[in-house]
C-alpha cells in the first residue's frame, strides 16, 4: 500500500490543479474582454504563457546547469504532449470544438517557429544571436497579435464575446484570477509530480518509465488543467488559443533563454526522431483547428494512442530518418 502522504499529494494535485485552471481560464476571459481581444488570443498570450511557465524554468535551470539535452528535451517532448494530450484529454470528458477568432495568424507562427526550430538547430547549434532573434520574434509576434485583434475587433471582424459576459468575472476580480490560477496550477504540478514519482518508485516500477511517463509530462499537466477548465466551460478556442500559445512560448521563449547560454549542440537523437514527430504533429493539429474539427471522445482517443506510439518508439530507439530513406522518401 503506497504512503497515504503521496496518495494525498497526488489526488490533491490534482483537485488543487482543476480549480486553478479554472479560475485561470475565467480570468483570461475576464481580461480578454476588456483587451477587446478575442477568447483565443487570449488563451495564446494568458493562459498560454502561464502554464509554459514551467518548461521555461526547468529549460533555464537545466542550460545554467550544464545539461542542455535536459533543457532541449523538455521544450521538444512538452510540444509533443501539448499538440497531442492537451488536445485529447479534455475531448475525453467534455467534447469541444476547435479554433476560432485569430487562429490563422497563430497557426503561421506555431508552423513557422516549429519550422524555424527544427531547420535552425539541424544545421547549426544553439547559440545568444538566435537566442536574442528568437525573443525578439517572440516579443514582435506579441504585439503585432494584440494590435490586430483589437483593430478586428473595432471593426467588427472579430469574435462576439455577448455570449461568453455571464461567465466572465469583472476586471478587478480577472486580475486576481490570473496569477492565483497560474501559482496554483504550478504548486499542483509539483505535488502531482512528487506523489506520482513517490507511489510509482514504491510500487517498483522502473526509473526509466518514471522519467519517460511522470516527469516527462509534468509540465505539460498546467496545459491539461486550463484545457480541461476551457473545455468544460465549452471555450474552444481556449483550449487552442492555450496549446498554440504554450508551443510558441515553448519555442521562442524557452528555446531563446536556453540559447542565450550557448553554444549548445542539439543530440542526434532530436535530428532523427523528436523533431520529425515534433513537426508532423504541428501539421495534424493545424489542420483540426482550420478545420474546426470537434474534438470528441474518438478523437481523443486517437490522439493518444499516437502519443503512445511516440512514446513506444522513444523507448525502442525508432530512427525515423533512417525509416525515410529505407521507403525511399
Given at each position: 500500500m503506497?504512503?497515504?502522504?503521496?496518495?494525498i499529494s497526488?489526488?490533491?494535485?490534482?483537485?488543487l490543479m482543476?480549480l486553478?485552471g479554472?479560475?485561470l481560464?475565467?480570468g483570461?476571459l475576464g481580461?480578454g474582454?476588456?483587451?477587446g481581444?478575442?477568447?483565443l488570443?487570449a488563451?495564446?498570450?494568458i493562459?498560454?504563457?502561464?502554464?509554459?511557465?514551467?518548461e521555461?524554468f526547468?529549460?533555464?535551470?537545466a542550460?545554467?546547469n550544464?545539461?542542455?539535452?535536459?533543457?532541449?528535451?523538455?521544450?521538444?517532448?512538452s510540444?509533443?504532449?501539448?499538440?497531442?494530450?492537451v488536445?485529447?484529454i479534455?475531448a475525453?470528458f467534455?467534447?469541444?470544438?476547435t479554433?476560432?477568432a485569430?487562429q490563422?495568424?497563430?497557426?503561421?507562427m506555431?508552423?513557422l517557429?516549429?519550422?524555424?526550430?527544427?531547420?535552425m538547430?539541424?544545421?547549426?547549434p544553439?547559440?545568444?544571436i538566435?537566442g536574442?532573434?528568437?525573443?525578439?520574434?517572440l516579443?514582435?509576434?506579441?504585439g503585432f497579435?494584440?494590435?490586430a485583434?483589437r483593430h478586428d475587433?473595432?471593426?467588427?471582424?472579430?469574435?462576439h464575446?455577448?455570449?461568453?459576459?455571464?461567465?466572465?468575472p469583472p476586471v478587478?476580480?480577472a486580475?486576481?484570477y490570473v496569477?492565483?490560477g497560474?501559482?496554483?496550477?504550478?504548486?499542483?504540478?509539483?505535488m502531482?509530480i512528487?506523489?506520482g514519482e513517490g507511489?510509482?518508485?514504491e510500487?517498483?516500477v522502473?526509473?526509466?518509465?518514471?522519467?519517460?511517463?511522470?516527469?516527462?509530462?509534468g509540465?505539460?499537466?498546467?496545459e491539461?488543467?486550463?484545457g480541461?477548465a476551457a473545455?468544460?466551460?465549452?471555450?474552444?478556442d481556449v483550449?487552442?488559443?492555450?496549446?498554440l500559445?504554450?508551443?510558441?512560448?515553448?519555442?521562442?521563449g524557452?528555446g531563446?533563454?536556453?540559447?542565450?547560454?550557448?553554444p549548445?549542440?542539439?543530440?542526434?537523437?532530436?535530428l532523427q526522431?523528436?523533431?520529425w514527430?515534433?513537426?508532423?504533429?504541428?501539421?495534424?493539429?493545424?489542420?483540426?483547428v482550420?478545420?474546426?474539427?470537434?474534438?470528441g471522445r474518438?478523437?481523443?482517443?486517437?490522439?493518444?494512442?499516437i502519443y503512445?506510439?511516440?512514446?513506444?518508439?522513444l523507448v525502442?530507439?525508432?530512427?525515423?530518418?533512417?525509416l525515410?530513406q529505407?521507403?525511399?522518401?
Amino acid at each position: 500500500m503506497p504512503d497515504p502522504i503521496l496518495l494525498i499529494s497526488l489526488f490533491g494535485g490534482l483537485l488543487l490543479m482543476a480549480l486553478a485552471g479554472d479560475l485561470l481560464v475565467r480570468g483570461a476571459l475576464g481580461l480578454g474582454r476588456a483587451m477587446g481581444v478575442s477568447p483565443l488570443v487570449a488563451g495564446i498570450f494568458i493562459v498560454g504563457f502561464g502554464t509554459s511557465a514551467p518548461e521555461m524554468f526547468i529549460s533555464a535551470n537545466a542550460a545554467l546547469n550544464g545539461n542542455p539535452g535536459l533543457a532541449i528535451g523538455n521544450i521538444v517532448g512538452s510540444n509533443i504532449a501539448n499538440l497531442l494530450m492537451v488536445a485529447a484529454i479534455p475531448a475525453l470528458f467534455f467534447p469541444y470544438r476547435t479554433g476560432g477568432a485569430g487562429q490563422g495568424r497563430a497557426l503561421f507562427m506555431l508552423l513557422l517557429a516549429t519550422a524555424i526550430w527544427i531547420g535552425m538547430t539541424a544545421i547549426m547549434p544553439l547559440d545568444p544571436i538566435m537566442g536574442i532573434c528568437f525573443l525578439l520574434v517572440l516579443v514582435g509576434y506579441a504585439g503585432f497579435s494584440i494590435f490586430a485583434a483589437r483593430h478586428d475587433e473595432i471593426a467588427g471582424k472579430g469574435a462576439h464575446q455577448a455570449d461568453a459576459v455571464m461567465l466572465n468575472p469583472p476586471v478587478w476580480r480577472a486580475i486576481f484570477y490570473v496569477p492565483l490560477g497560474i501559482a496554483g496550477l504550478l504548486y499542483a504540478s509539483r505535488m502531482i509530480i512528487t506523489g506520482g514519482e513517490g507511489v510509482a518508485r514504491e510500487l517498483g516500477v522502473p526509473d526509466e518509465w518514471i522519467g519517460l511517463t511522470i516527469l516527462a509530462l509534468g509540465t505539460s499537466l498546467p496545459e491539461i488543467g486550463a484545457g480541461l477548465a476551457a473545455a468544460f466551460r465549452q471555450r474552444g478556442d481556449v483550449v487552442a488559443g492555450n496549446i498554440l500559445g504554450s508551443n510558441v512560448f515553448n519555442i521562442l521563449g524557452a528555446g531563446g533563454i536556453v540559447a542565450l547560454f550557448g553554444p549548445f549542440e542539439v543530440a542526434p537523437l532530436f535530428l532523427q526522431y523528436d523533431h520529425w514527430v515534433m513537426g508532423i504533429t504541428a501539421v495534424l493539429f493545424a489542420g483540426l483547428v482550420m478545420l474546426r474539427v470537434r474534438m470528441g471522445r474518438l478523437l481523443g482517443v486517437l490522439l493518444l494512442l499516437i502519443y503512445a506510439a511516440y512514446i513506444y518508439g522513444l523507448v525502442t530507439g525508432t530512427n525515423l530518418m533512417a525509416l525515410a530513406q529505407m521507403a525511399g522518401l
